[in-house]
């Protein structure tokens, strides 16, 4: 059995992306020549433009899901050939700074896909991104997340016969919140995976050569980043291989600009027999990275909070200053006693906000700690458990079982 998978980022936020309409129709026109059994779709942020996609796809994706969320919705959307039984939402609980211009709701939706007879949990996501590599102030962030969405995946997977994973992860392949999530939950990447790859250098999916792309987004990468993914995991009852993967490459034949500043992927995926898990001790060593992330995030935002702190009690102090100089009419006029007390209460009412959002901050990266934290310490039982039942080696002492190899079938 083999199934096509298409993840596209479509960057269409309303008048402020360039070219919105176009790339829509254009992005319609892909996906209805294509005819993918899945697209996953992410920043599609009007509502309008999606059931524009839904009204063009009709006849090659009849079922489609749009996961609404927030005030500007969480952009993801699902196109299928096959059922949707099922769909469910989860929003990340840090999503960067409210104060900042790059603050919006990241999620990841799961669809229950009925294919061929199969149960298919197909997630689509959208990580923060980072903007910065030299000084990746939301790495922390993106920490929670990465560990949010392993946690979604491996709670909500149960009893799926295949799990497919596709969006924008604004992760680069080897990161550590990347590496976190393949290895707790076996999720193998399509691109070191395919036997066959058409596309662009080394996979990149945000490019020099496109258009659209911002040339500081890829600084001190010149040629292009992959941070765009496919992920893929079988089950006991079926076990998945990626025969081939491919992706678009900048500009589009006949047409004066790309589809989006990201280049799109589409895998197709062979179903096969069942496979292994990845080894506890690696497993081990990456949730120590990641909480070594969370815990360094934790003393910033700890740090930040306390400036709030003051800048809080600066603003009470202060506002003292205008109460006691209303005494004293002759010293100043109610004008600028009026002036001062709006600037301390503007100090007090900011200070107090701060403290607010940094100290939900702090209690989520403090949970996603302690959820860390058993993790690390199960896998620490299981570890010690498979070798205290190992066999013995040559010096005497326990080693695990070698994993017998995958044997294809014909």
């Not at 946690?151 to 994973?165: E, N």
């Amino acid at each position: 059995i083999y199934i096509d998978c298409g993840v596209m980022f479509s960057r269409g936020i309303r008048f402020f992306s360039q070219l919105c309409t176009q790339r829509y129709e254009m992005i319609g026109e892909l996906l209805g020549r294509e005819q993918h059994d899945i697209a996953l779709l992410q920043e599609v942020w009007s509502e309008k433009d999606f059931l524009f996609l839904k009204r063009k796809l009709s006849s090659s994706h009849p079922y489609t899901h749009y996961f609404k969320s927030g005030v500007f919705g969480s952009g993801l959307a699902v196109f299928s050939k096959h059922r949707i039984q099922d769909a469910l939402l989860y929003k990340y609980s840090l999503n960067g700074y409210p104060y900042m211009v790059h603050y919006f709701c990241k999620a990841v939706g799961l669809v229950i896909v009925d294919i061929f007879g199969l149960k298919a949990h197909v997630y689509v996501t959208h990580l923060h991104a980072e903007y910065s590599r030299a000084q990746d102030e939301y790495l922390p962030h993106r920490m929670v997340q990465s560990w949010e969405l392993l946690q979604f995946v491996r709670h909500t997977s149960c009893g799926a016969d295949l799990v497919v994973l596709g969006g924008d992860l604004n992760m680069h392949p080897q990161d550590l919140g990347n590496r976190l999530l393949r290895s707790h939950t076996g999720l193998r990447d399509c691109y070191t995976e395919t036997d066959t790859f058409d596309g662009c250098e080394d996979g990149h999916t945000l490019i020099a050569a496109n258009h659209f792309s911002k040339k500081q987004d890829l600084i001190p990468f010149e040629k292009g980043i992959r941070i765009d993914y496919i992920l893929m995991k079988g089950s006991q009852k079926v076990s998945m291989k990626c025969e081939s993967l491919s992706t678009t490459k900048g500009p589009v034949a006949d047409k004066p600009y790309p589809y989006s500043d990201h280049e799109a992927l589409t895998a197709e995926l062979a179903l096969l027999h069942s496979e292994d898990t990845l080894a506890v001790s690696e497993q081990m060593d990456v949730v120590a990275e990641a909480r070594a992330v969370v815990k360094e995030g934790l003393c910033q935002t700890e740090a930040l909070r306390d400036k709030a702190t003051y800048l809080m009690f600066s603003g009470l102090l202060l506002l003292l200053l205008p109460l006691a100089m209303a005494f004293l009419p002759c010293f100043c006029s109610f004008s600028t006693l009026g002036l001062l007390g709006a600037v301390c209460m503007s100090l007090l009412l900011s200070g107090a906000m701060l403290y607010l959002l940094f100290t939900t901050h702090i209690k989520v990266l403090k949970e996603t700690d302690d959820q860390m934290m058993l993790t690390s310490n199960d896998l620490q039982t299981k570890l010690t458990g498979c070798r205290l039942s190992g066999s013995p080696s040559s010096d005497g002492s326990p080693e695990l079982q070698p994993l017998s190899p995958f044997k294809r079938e014909e």
